[in-house]
């Protein structure tokens, strides 16, 4: 692709797929307060909080309140509420998102380990989750995790992905999205996912999901930009982990792509300093410092905006 | 320049600008294993050791002994000493050094903190050195510090670290190198600097030096690959740091470099559990865990060699 977009999307994970793995339990408080400082950082797009069964997500049984902390106040933004099944679909649709996030596996050991299924089987429930949200007029949204590589089984064939996101097609999601769930991925891959997924569809949106575990998640996303892609998840501080890859740091920075795109003149309407400032009110949150570097060595130049 | 090509030659710096800045005293015993582990690992080149004044740099005040304890075993191998004068340059070649690498300065500020001088000055003395390299027949690289952004003068214009390389290249060296000495470059930068490098120069070999500071190390090591560099500086677990950039991490990571590219099919020569293993070994030296991503993750897959 190559076409060297100037701007590129990007959606705050923090709330859900930063902080669910989080020992330290953060209240429903900070959470909205989380929430709150991303839209005032410029999103228009949060994943606000996961409706998983409580006992398997804990730092997520609170999905209900928080949502309602945050609505009718903040309605008009894309509230993403992550929805495993049926019933955590019919939850996130009784709380008011109006976006549900579905997730599918490209690697059965993975698939077991995460949500108890078969990677085809995963596939197939998207239906399920699909029909409640057409009942609902709510968009459907669908990533594919492992999709770079897997903890257990190595290797992940592109066209496993591929078929996984032709599959769930016939579902109308408004976009899909793969997540290098382990942080393994190199930009390589991106481009050629990219290229295999405009192979799929023009009209859906792509997302991409990097970790830095391995420090590829900056050159990670500044190839998928490059390839076109639609939107970018990031999360505030760079929080977040895998619970089946110890060694996993968290999600990639927001404060790291931004600082790169603007110094690349690539647009993502994100106040940097503010970003920052919440990445450091986060850290206070959680207690430990956080991954992220650009709010750790601060701008540069030092008195940038 | 964008000829993506399949393989890049890496120049271990840990020995020297990795370990200078250091609080703990490393043995001379210890930097000889470095050395000797670099060598082991792939490396046809590694920067020793620094010339410097004992009293700035009292990290660096074995250099003679380090030399001594390398040679005659690998004078095979490109042995480079840093030198920032001329009596810097008549100790290396004592030494043994078979290349002095000199440092010249893109900002005055810097240059003043640094080295004492201005940019100019640096520039001028550039002759002294290479005087005495060319006497003894020992190649000169030159380096160009805080090419990509300096911590006091903000943005740094391509122009004057260009003018800097136009200028030194009377001094016919085998090498000049530019630095991100803070790490606040990105990969727009990159592009365009070894657009004007080679606009200067096809025939010298061009090098680069980067710093993770802002996670942008990966990124821009990948840009300067597929612009055409011919040689990257790392430092084995990413160890280094500039006393001038208080929250500065090190220098970009060799395992970090070395995963990417060997997933991305570019050639360095390098065995990547060597190095990681030499992470391991360096950082129990140190006493703390290094900023390498690699190193801390492990590869993947996790059965690759």
Redesign the interface.
Known sequence: M?TKPNSVELIEVAPRDGLQNEKVPVSTADKIQLIERSFAAGYRQVEVTSFAHPKLVPQMADAEAVMAGILPKWKDKVLIGLALNARGAERAVAAGCNQINYVCVASDTFAAKNQNSTSAELTARAADVAEIAKGAGVPLSISIATGF?C?FE??IALSRVIDIARAVLVHDPVEIGFADT???G????VTEMMAAAHGLSRTVKWRMHFH????????NA?AAVHAGVDYLDASVGGVGGCPFAP???GNV?AE?LV??FN???IATGLDLGKLIDTAHWLGGVLGKPLPS??A???Q????AA
Chains 1, 2 share one sequence.
């Open positions: 190559n590589g903890p190595g290797e382990i942080g393994c190199v930009p390589t891959q830095d575990t391995r420090h590829t998640g900056v050159a500044i060694a996993a740091t920075a790291d600082y790169s110094r690349m003149g570097a650009v750790r060595a601060g540069f130049p030092s008195t």
